[in-house]
């Protein structure tokens, strides 16, 4: 048992490295190591443009969508040179943010469905940063029941007619192509009736408005289409084989390991050993170091977890099922870590301005930021369901609406 | 990056898995746990028989001379089987004592017997409540003798010699503690059998009356010595918790697949499915912790005495949330006494107390990440 | 709002403590007031036999099970004169253990459901202590699920015959009567198929086992079946219409208003202000007081939670839903406080004798008792399932089996 790389991992490693060192933009390093939680935002720039060229950069140098084939933009690099990217990367990787949704899902399912032609058109700029892609999947109607949205697709000729409303896309607004889960059949099973398509995101008809957020932020859009045409040659997979297509996007999302997830605990570690209580530094309290104690175990249970799966890899195996808690624990515990750091801070702990508040109101904005992350990408339940049924081997919940259908189900509680 | 064990190593625990499956069904058990024995006697022959005993122990010495990575192998099983032997007490603390601080000729006595399952040995620590603490160290040493109560003492009753923690001294610092080995069937030690809510694992008063005592390291060691033996029984006694811990998931996962209620198993409730899912959180942040504490132990690294609390703790949790909820999801028959879920109940409990309770390695904890941070 | 009672209360309240004076067996007091978990057991003698002896007396003095009827052996008592009694009479109230379930279960079924013979043939006696009776409901396969139970009774002439098993039937080995709940068709939907009955325990073919529990106690049974022979004269309610009957059985179960429910945090506040750690007192120590601190507001807001439902009965209303959150609230208050007090004990926590620590092994044996709170008279899911579907009007979980006949169900899960 170590944590030494292999040979081969260690010249990647080094060659990664010296390249990074010698091309990254560290003007900005500082400020992303910084910003570890929610948004991550530069003060002197805009981010778009330095993330647009960092992720030009590398792929002109070959490593962007490290794992991709080469001929789509990638290098044809194994899971743990992917990985050990990501740890050389650090706080640069925090400006692909705006490209882990098309990198992780679109990429992907473009890669698993497209034609040829279109995989060789469409996945190099994706890789470079050149295009961004955005995934339309979620509705008002289907959060975690995705398969019952109803954003209407109708064949006429070779196109296809949209008209409905996606929710919580991210980067709507900045994204040049988007994949679009659709209803194309209304009158069958929910899940035998959708259509997955790629579509250019400015084509007439399609309307983004931001969501303003709990936290007060914008990170996520309201996308409403209006009889917008996509072409027949924009399909992914058979027509009402959607739901099949998109678990391929699906899977990926929630396969990102050595992708750390943030926990809030660095911060409050270093917090409590910076703040003075009325009986001296916030860390000697009795009470203080036991939650401290609780948290940091979890953050490092999920630290080791990552770094088996990370092994794994290393040895050109299936990494197990234990990533899958990742988010799960990450979620509620940066809520509980936000709502003790203002509990240490009194009432001052109500204070969210930068001047005010205590670490520049940090942990106020974790706070309001908190019930997104359990609820985004896979509520806690939905997490629980997939660990139960998929790990444990537990019997799935009891579906009502398996086989009614779509138009039949009911769509209000009472 | 090779963060797991080797095929060897996972090997060696498939071996141990099917020998505790053979040698200590629940049946075996019951039989400690009913008071019929104060120890599983043949299992213990078996387990040193099968080189378990020793697996750490240098061939030098009688052992099988592998290291700690494969004593947390074992570890895991032992814990997995609930196994009714005086193993944490003689291998993790005992024999740890003895290679941290053992003299030549008594590793070769002590560990030697160890290894071929001849003697059991135990740490006497604590002298009532309370946690770790050089100050809570009141049993004397003088001439050579020791005179003073040790309570609780793991296997204290059981036990053919004992690692004492004693006092030598009146400074207030760590300094005024020494260990000395005590061979207990020379007299001058009376034992007595305590009740605790794990009667499978026996626990001990043990008097000394101007015990004859040698040193054990150096005097004024005493402290430090300890320090390093509770970490090392900290990592290797998570590991036994791990494998409770997924004993105890396995057995409420196979219940709520088996058992039907209102026309389905059980296990399709959202209620009971969430319960077991957030069971198998626990247990795999435990395990992912005890694997750093086996590297730190392994390699004795620096990260020691921070991943050794940081298992503890993890651990510790792990086998309490998953024995009392193993339970909530059986129900009734989970509350009889026919069932073995009381069994990992009761093991999560003590083992949750024995080195020093959760709160004590909170504090630990924290205080070794605060001396790394500031270092 | 005040917590004072109206005129007529507090003469009630005068006459009742005047009494009790003068007749309560005052030599058990100190002995009654010690015992606060688990069974309670007195040195020297049966708990049954005092137990019998006390509620002769109250009985003979109109004070036994107050608000039933004077004809059935009651006093014809409001609500809160019922409460009022039991805030006086209370240590001795621990010595009626043996009659709650006769009392609280048994009598109200026999009163809504038997002929008016048998109610003052068997009432009076049930009231008086003189005759104990058990309830005879779950069994090996339908614990949570009541209505999955087994226990067949076949109609021969006049007579029913008796086969099959029950279990946790708590005081079983010493009960003169029992509710008895069995399957009279297979054959219909599971809840359409049950009757109940009143037994002789003693009849021919019934016999009793106790249940070793888990914390090395004996205080359930298991009663075997075997041919027992019941007079139809014995039915109570319908043939087939048992789960209503039962329904009223359930119901006064889970509505036992005033009578307080053990959470441990008396024990265990007073236990950390009296314990030495290496540090100093317990309740000093940051860490044990933020713990303390949460339990003391849980077992505050049970406190005033009834005291709300009091408070209702006084005014003749009826008291609302909030009182359902008792048990699932203490249950497992019991097991973290049981838990974190061994914790204070450190190393020596695990030791359960007597006079090892100075509370006699109490929260050891709390521990141990703990799992069965969550379990017992519903498991917490049951009440959560309760409260969401009772009070906040919540679906029920999907019924797979409420149309299938009972011989149809599955009985294993693989």
């Not at chain 1, 008209?163 to 679009?180: C, E, M, P, R, V």
């Not at chain 1, 911060?267 to 203080?288: H, Q």
């Not at chain 1, 809520?335 to 205590?358: F, K, R, T, W």
């Not at chain 2, 651990?315 to 059986?330: D, E």
Request: with cysteine; charged share 25%.
């Amino acid at each position: 048992m170590n944590f030494d790389d292999t040979p081969q991992e260690a010249a990647f490693r080094a060659e990664a490295r010296a390249w990074i060192q010698a091309n990254a933009p560290k003007q900005y390093e500082e400020e992303l190591r910084k910003s570890s939680l929610g948004r991550t935002v530069l003060k002197g720039a805009n981010i778009l443009e330095v993330a647009k060229a960092w992720q030009k950069k590398k792929a002109d140098a070959g490593w962007a969508c490290l794992h991709w084939p080469k001929e789509y933009g990638g290098r044809g690099a194994s899971p743990i040179e992917r990985v050990i990217w990501q740890q050389e990367e650090g706080p640069f990787g925090k400006l692909s943010g705006m490209f882990i949704i098309g990198h992780g899902m679109c990429g992907p399912t473009m890669m698993a469905f497209a034609g040829e032609e279109q995989k060789r058109k469409c996945l190099p700029p994706l890789a470079s940063g050149e295009k961004i892609w955005c995934q339309l999947f979620s509705e008002p109607a289907g959060g975690s029941d995705v398969a019952g949205l109803r954003t209407r697709a109708e064949r006429r000729g070779d196109e296809w007619i949209i008209n409905g409303q996606k929710i919580w896309t991210s980067g709507a607004h900045y994204s040049d192509y988007g994949i679009l889960l659709t209803r194309t059949d209304p009158t069958v099973p929910k899940h035998k009736g959708l259509t997955m398509f790629f579509l250019d995101m400015k084509s007439p008809g399609v309307e983004v408005r931001p969501i303003k957020q709990a936290s007060g932020q914008s990170d996520f859009n309201e996308v409403y289409f209006t009889d917008v045409v996509i072409p027949d040659s924009q399909r992914l997979g058979a027509v009402n084989d959607g739901w099949n297509v998109s678990l391929t996007t699906l899977m990926n999302e929630r396969m990102s390991i050595g992708a750390g997830v943030a926990t809030g605990f660095p911060e409050l570690f270093e917090f409590c050993n910076n703040l003075m209580l009325g009986d001296g530094p916030a860390i000697e309290d009795r009470s203080v170091r036991s939650k401290l104690a609780n948290y940091a175990v979890k953050a490092s249970g999920l630290r080791y977890t990552s770094m088996r799966a990370i092994s794994a890899l290393s040895k050109g195996e299936r990494p197990g099922p234990e990533n899958s808690i990742g988010k799960l624990v990450a979620g509620s515990m940066v809520q509980e870590v936000a709502m003790y750091a203002l509990d240490l801070q009194g009432a001052a702990g109500v204070l969210s301005g930068p001047d005010d508040a205590e670490v520049a109101g940090k942990f106020q904005a974790m706070l309001l930021r908190a019930p997104g992350t359990r609820v985004e990408g896979g509520t806690d339940e939905i997490m629980r369901n997939i660990i139960a049924e998929r790990v444990l081997g537990l019997p799935g919940d009891i579906r009502v609406d398996k086989d009614v259908p779509f138009n039949q189900i009911p769509t209000k509680g009472r | 990056m090779n963060f797991d064990f080797s095929d060897e190593q996972k090997q060696m625990r498939d071996e141990a898995r099917k020998f505790l499956t053979e040698q200590c069904p629940p049946k075996a058990v019951r039989e400690v746990l009913d008071g019929k024995a104060p120890y599983d006697k043949a299992l213990w022959k078996g387990l040193a028989e099968m080189g378990f005993l020793g697996v750490a122990i240098p061939e030098e010495f009688g052992g099988a001379g592998a290291g700690h990575l494969e004593l947390c192998v074992i570890a895991e099983e032992m814990g997995r089987a609930n196994a009714p032997v005086p193993f944490s007490s003689t291998v993790y603390l005992a024999a740890e004592a003895l290679l941290l601080a053992g003299s030549e000729a008594q590793k070769q006595k002590w560990l030697r017997k160890i290894a071929s399952g001849e003697a059991i040995g135990t740490l006497a620590l604590f002298e009532g409540k309370g946690n770790p603490s050089p100050k809570a160290i009141k049993l004397q040493a003088s001439g050579g003798t020791l005179t003073g109560v040790k309570k609780p003492v793991p296997d204290g009753a059981i036990a053919d010699f004992a690692v004492v923690a004693a006092r030598t001294g009146s400074t207030g610092r760590d300094s005024d503690i020494s260990l000395f080995l005590v061979d207990l069937k020379t007299g001058g030690v009376e034992a007595k059998s305590l009740t605790n809510v794990d009667p499978t694992r026996g626990q001990a008063e043990l008097t000394f009356n101007n015990a004859k005592a040698e040193p054990l390291g150096a005097a004024g060691d005493g402290w430090s010595i300890l320090t390093q033996v509770l970490d090392r029984a900290a990592v290797l006694l998570a590991f036994e918790q791990v494998g409770g811990s997924d004993r105890a998931l396995e057995m409420g996962r196979d219940y709520a697949l088996d058992r039907i209620a209102f026309g389905r198993p059980i296990g399709s409730f959202q209620a009971v499915k969430h319960m077991l899912a957030d069971m198998y959180v626990s247990a795999t942040l435990a395990r992912s912790n005890c694997y750093y504490g086996a590297w730190a132990l392994s390699t004795n690294a620096a990260e020691l005495p921070e991943a050794a609390a940081a298992a503890r703790i993890s651990a510790t949790q792990a086998f309490q949330h998953c024995s009392k909820n193993n339970i909530q999801v059986h129900g009734g028959m989970g509350f009889t006494w026919e069932f073995d879920c009381h069994m990992y109940y009761r093991r999560a409990n003590a083992t949750a107390l024995t080195l020093g309770s959760l709160s004590y390695w909170e504090d630990q904890l924290i205080d070794r990440m605060r001396k790394k941070n500031a270092a | 709002m005040n917590f004072d009672d109206t005129p007529q209360e507090a003469e009630f309240r005068a006459t009742a403590r005047k009494w009790i004076d003068a007749n309560a067996p005052k030599q058990y007091e100190a002995e009654l007031s010690k015992s606060s978990l688990g069974r309670i057991r007195l040195e020297k003698e049966e708990i049954v036999d005092v137990g019998k002896a006390w509620q002769k007396k109250k009985a003979e003095g109109g004070w036994a099970c107050l608000h039933w009827p004077k004809e059935y052996g009651g006093r014809g008592a409001s609500p809160i004169e019922k409460v009022i009694w039991q805030q006086e009479e209370g240590v001795y109230g621990k010595l009626t253990q043996p009659f709650q379930i006769g009392e609280g279960m048994c009598g109200p079924t026999v009163m809504a459901f038997g002929s008016e013979e048998h109610k003052r043939h068997y009432l009076p006696k049930l009231a008086s202590g003189e005759h104990i009776w058990c309830q005879l409901f779950s069994e090996p396969a339908g614990g949570s699920d009541v209505a999955g139970l087994r226990t067949r009774a076949e109609k021969n002439g006049d007579n029913w015959i008796v086969n099959g098993q029950k279990i946790w039937t708590s005081g079983a080995h010493y009960s003169d009567y029992g509710l008895l709940i069995t399957r009279t068709d297979p054959n219909v939907p599971k809840h359409k198929g049950l009757t109940m009955f009143f037994l002789d325990m003693k009849s021919k073919g019934v016999e009793i086992r106790p249940i070793k529990q888990a914390n090395g106690m004996q205080e359930f049974n298991e009663v075997y079946f075997t041919d027992v022979v019941i007079p139809d004269s014995q039915r109570l309610g319908a043939v087939g219409d048992g789960w209503n009957v039962s329904l009223t059985t359930l119901m006064n179960e889970r509505m036992s208003i005033g009578s307080r429910l053990a959470t441990g945090f008396p024990e265990m506040f007073e236990f950390c202000s009296n314990l030495m750690t290496d540090d100093g007192l317990a309740i000093d120590d940051p860490a044990t007081r933020s713990k303390l601190a949460s339990w003391a507001v849980k077992a505050s807001g049970l406190k005033y939670t009834s005291y709300r439902a009091i408070s209702s009965l006084s005014k003749g209303e009826r008291p609302g839903p909030e009182n359902s959150i008792g048990k699932l609230v203490s249950g497992s208050m019991l097991q973290d406080i049981a838990t974190y007090a061994m914790d204070l004990q450190g190393a020596a926590g695990v030791l359960t004798g007597a006079d090892e620590e100075a509370v006699h092994g109490q929260f050891q044996q709390m521990l141990l008792s703990s799992p069965s709170m969550r379990i017992a008279g519903g498991t917490d899911e049951i009440l959560r399932n309760i409260i969401a579907e009772r009070v906040l009007g919540l679906p029920g979980d999907i019924r797979v089996d409420k149309d299938v006949p009972f011989n149809k169900i599955p009985t294993k899960g693989r």
